[in-house]
């Protein structure tokens, strides 16, 4: 059964650090691309970054290029979205997404899986 369960989120102050994680089970997630997103209530969600299966190829969003790093550990089955630079404006539901592609394309919505969220919230 593939389950994917993110952590790290919490409340930092503009310009600092948080590191996400997403851990998989039921599925080697270094063949498969996994997607982060993130959501604000009441504004559309928006992907973030995602990184491919087999060649760990990464991409971004404008919003965050350069100041977010995307990287997986396959010993931990795990995938993970270093936040460095931190703005307010990157305050939401940070979920990872799979959908059992390689590519990081849009999800198909028959074979997507999410996790349950962590909250990031950047506030002085």
């Known amino acids: 059964q593939v389950q994917l369960v993110e952590s790290g989120g919490g409340l930092v102050q503009p310009g600092g650090s948080l590191r996400l994680s997403c851990a998989a089970s039921?599925?080697?997630?270094?063949?498969?691309?996994i997607h982060w997103f993130r959501q604000v209530p009441g504004k559309e969600r928006e992907g973030v970054s995602c990184?491919?299966?087999?060649?760990?190829?990464?991409y971004y969003a404008d919003s965050v290029k350069g100041r977010f790093t995307i990287s997986r550990d396959t010993s931990k089955n795990t995938v993970y979205l270093q936040m460095d630079n931190l703005k307010p404006e990157d305050t939401a539901v940070y979920y990872c997404?799979?959908?059992?592609?390689?590519?990081?394309?849009?999800?198909?919505?028959?074979?997507?899986?999410w996790g349950q969220g962590t909250q990031v919230t950047v506030s002085s």
């Open positions: 997404a799979t959908d059992g592609a390689i590519s990081c394309g849009e999800l198909s919505p028959e074979y997507e899986h």
């Open positions: 039921g599925f080697p997630l270094e063949f498969y691309a």
């Open positions: 990184i491919k299966g087999y060649d760990g190829s990464q």
